[in-house]
């Protein structure tokens, strides 16, 4: 119910305030409340409150008078309609209007008669709506192939125009019309649809809004369209004589669910065959006269459609295919096959290195500049080494006045505590030159390497020469 309230001031000093709410919306078999409240003055009273309702003709039809000394009179025409609202207060003269109809709707007039101040009238204007019965009308039956179809009409009358609207996954189109009487209005939405088997078994929903739904009303229909697929035949591989429960199966999707008809070409069915549903079965075991052209027809209310296959019969079972063992057979041979590819790969690599190793070791042979450019990284590494052996074969001459006894026992204490690391470097590192010249080996025992440098071992009786010159 909507209401509106509205405050009437009357002019003068002595004069109150009458609040009643200006326009009332009632729902169509629903009280609805008309309030009418006088707030008097301090030394103002109020004698009676008085209702009616406006006519078309501009006469007033009396509902009830209202009064706290002589109480609430209702008149015949609203008698068991219209009560107060208790408890009875003589400046509030509302008053409920039971089980509104639409011949309620109109200009309601609530007259105040106070003292000193006088009468005091205001109007209210009462309006009902008729919350519309929705009805979903489905459409001819819907065919696939047959071209756009009204699938369903929905109509609804209410006051005012109720809205209506579709909801559905179907592609369709809808189109409305809407009708206007005397005291409502009527509205009538047509859904249409091609047919395709698809939008069988969806749902079309009409949704009706109106003022006077606390919540949207909802119409569903579940779509129905018929039609007939193609038809094929399976079941008939890998037959032979002695075979038994063997079947054909004849496949065919259609609305309504098809019936099924089989026979045989250039002769009758076995006899000894029966019918499941879409299914031809022979129980025994099968003969050769058992083979032939079958022929399944599938027919419903759309119409009929029919498939064909040639049954034969071997005479001999055929030779079951061991999937298992073909899968192991498969992988043996993919393995094989790699590992040949590898063993392949690695001899063909193998000899591209021999092949190039032997071109690089001719070409060595042919071009002595090679062996030397490749041997100066090994003669800058050694240099220093070298260097210092050069400066020590002065030095040497001197150890060669030594005793050989002497130099042979001080070499033996001495190799002892040698690095065995820095000897090896040592012994690389002047090689070439210690195999031309025995004396120096002898006399390198008197020496140990350090960073690069010969350094001469600590002795009591040794004489060290350096480059120099000086004698220490």
């Known amino acids: 119910m909507y209401k509106c309230l509205l405050l009437f001031f009357f002019s003068g000093t002595s004069a109150g305030t009458v609040k009643i709410e200006k326009r009332v919306t009632a729902v169509l078999g629903i009280d609805v409340t008309l309030t009418c409240y006088y707030e008097a003055l301090e030394r103002e009273a109020v004698s009676q409150i008085e209702w009616s309702k406006k006519g078309l003709g501009g006469q007033s039809v009396q509902i009830a008078i209202l009064s706290a000394e002589h109480g609430a009179h209702v008149y015949k025409e609203y008698e068991g309609r219209v009560k107060q609202k208790s408890p009875l207060q003589p400046e509030d003269g509302t008053i409920i209007l039971k089980n509104a109809v639409q011949a309620d709707e109109g200009t309601y007039q609530c007259k105040v008669t106070t003292f000193p101040s006088g009468n005091f009238e205001v109007d209210l204007l009462l309006n009902v709506l008729v919350p519309p019965l929705p009805t979903l009308n489905p459409g001819p039956p819907l065919v696939e192939g047959v071209g756009q179809t009204l699938a369903a009409s929905c109509t609804a009358e209410g006051s005012p125009a109720p809205i209506l609207t579709w909801q559905t996954e179907v592609i369709g189109t809808n189109s409305s019309r809407a009708f206007l009487h005397s005291r409502s209005a009527s509205v009538t939405s047509e859904f249409y649809v091609v047919p395709v088997r698809s939008m069988n078994g969806k749902a079309l929903t009409c949704v009706v809004s109106h003022p006077g739904f606390r919540e949207e009303k909802r119409i569903t229909h579940v779509l129905s369209v018929k039609y007939l697929a193609e038809t094929s035949i399976q079941g008939h591989d890998g037959w032979f004589v002695g075979k038994d429960g063997a079947a054909l199966q004849c496949l065919c999707d259609g609305n309504p669910p098809p019936v099924y008809k089989w026979s045989r070409e250039n002769g009758s069915l076995p006899q000894e065959v029966t019918f499941d549903g879409n299914r031809l079965i022979f129980p025994g075991p099968l003969t050769a006269g058992d083979a032939g052209l079958y022929t399944c027809k599938a027919s419903n209310d759309v119409g009929s459609r029919q498939a064909s296959v040639s049954v034969y019969i071997s005479e001999n079972e055929p030779r079951k295919v061991d999937l298992m063992s073909m899968s192991l057979v498969s992988v043996g041979v993919v393995t094989a096959v790699l590992l040949v590819i590898l063993v392949i790969t690695v001899v063909l690599v193998n000899r591209h290195h021999k092949k190039k190793t032997k071109r690089l070791s001719e070409k060595i042979l042919r071009d002595p500049s090679i062996s030397s450019i490749m041997g100066e990284d090994v003669d800058r590494r050694s240099y220093s080494t070298l260097t210092t052996v050069r400066e020590t074969e002065t030095q040497t001459e001197l150890l060669s006045t030594v005793p050989d006894e002497e130099v042979k026992e001080e070499s033996e204490g001495e190799e002892e505590g040698m690095d065995?690391?820095?000897?090896?470097?040592?012994?690389?590192?002047?090689?070439?030159?210690?195999?031309?010249?025995?004396?120096?080996?002898q006399g390198m025992t008197h020496f140990y390497q350090e960073n690069g440098t010969l350094r001469a071992k600590p002795s009591t009786n040794g004489i060290y020469i350096n480059?120099?010159?000086?004698?220490?």
Do not use: A, Y
């Open 467 to 472: 480059g120099r010159g000086h004698l220490v």
């Open 420 to 441: 065995e690391k820095d000897l090896e470097l040592s012994d690389r590192g002047s090689t070439g030159v210690m195999e031309n010249q025995p004396f120096i080996k």
